[in-house]
C-alpha cells in the first residue's frame, strides 16, 4: 500500500475512530484492560518531572481551544525543559484526537510564544528530528499493527472495524505507523498528551478510561497518572480533572488486584 498522508484524513476523524475503536476493544477485550506490570525502572519514580506534567496542560488546554491558557502552559513547558520540536510533536499528533483547525491554532500559539521567548532572549532547545526514515509500504502497515496492538493491549477487531476495515487500516498505518513510528517523542509523553485532550473533551469517557490503561502499558504507574489528575485540577479545568479522574479510578479497577 502506499504511504498514507494526514492530508487524506477529514478533520477530527482519526479522532472520533480511534476513539470508538479503544473503547470497543477494551469491552470486547477484557485482557486489554489489563496494563503490563510496571518493570523496576519504570517504578524507580512514581512522580512526573515537571516536563511531564507540562504536556498534559497543553493537550487539554489545546482541546479546548482555550487559547490564552495554552499561550501560558507552553511558555510554563518550555520552562519545565519541553525543546521547540518536542512542543511541535505533541500539538501534530493531537490533530488525530482534537482535528486540524485545533493543531493548527494551537502551533501558531506556539509560533508566537517561541518568537516572544526569543525576544525576551531565552534560547529554547529546539530539539531533534526523528532518528529514522519511517517505514513506507506494507512495513509500514505491519509496524503500525504491532504498535497499536501493543498500546491497545490486544489486536483491536471489533464490530466497527468489521463494518469498515478501511478505518482500522488507516489508524494502523497512519496514526501507530506515521506517527508513533516518529522516535522524537517517547510514548509516555504522547499518552500523557492524548490523555490531557482527551480528559478536556466531553462525551469520550470510554475512550479516556482506555487510553488511562494504555499509558500503563507504555510505563506510566498509576501514581503518577493520579499526580496528572491533581495536575489538572490545579492548574487546568476541574472538569477535565474530574474526568481523567474517574477514568482512572475504573481503569484500574478493572485490572486484577487494582
Known sequence: MNNTTPAKFGTGVLALALAALAGLAAAQNPSAQEPHPATNAERASDTLSAKQQAIPLIASFMAASDMPRLNTALDQGLD???????????????????????????????????????????????GREPSRPV????????????????????????????????????????????????DNL???????????????????????????????????????LRQLTQVLSERGDAQAAERASEALTQALAAVPGG
Open 80 to 126: 519545565a525543559g519541553l525543546t521547540i520540536g518536542e512542543a511541535k510533536e505533541i500539538l501534530v499528533q493531537l490533530y488525530a484526537y482534537a482535528g486540524f483547525p485545533r493543531s493548527l491554532n494551537a502551533l501558531g500559539e506556539l509560533r508566537e510564544v517561541a518568537d516572544a521567548r526569543k525576544q525576551r532572549g531565552i534560547q529554547d532547545a529546539p
Open 135 to 182: 517505514p513506507t509500504g506494507d512495513e509500514l502497515l505491519a509496524v503500525g499493527t504491532a504498535n497499536q496492538t501493543k498500546i491497545s493491549g490486544a489486536p483491536v477487531k471489533n464490530a466497527v472495524t468489521d463494518f469498515a476495515p478501511i478505518i482500522n487500516r488507516f489508524l494502523q498505518a497512519h496514526l501507530f505507523g506515521d506517527i508513533f513510528e516518529r
Open 186 to 224: 517517547d510514548w509516555k509523553s504522547r499518552e500523557l498528551a492524548t490523555v490531557g485532550a482527551l480528559a478536556a473533551m466531553p462525551g469520550v469517557e470510554p475512550q479516556l478510561r482506555s487510553h488511562m490503561a494504555a499509558s500503563m502499558r507504555v510505563g506510566l504507574t498509576a501514581a503518577q
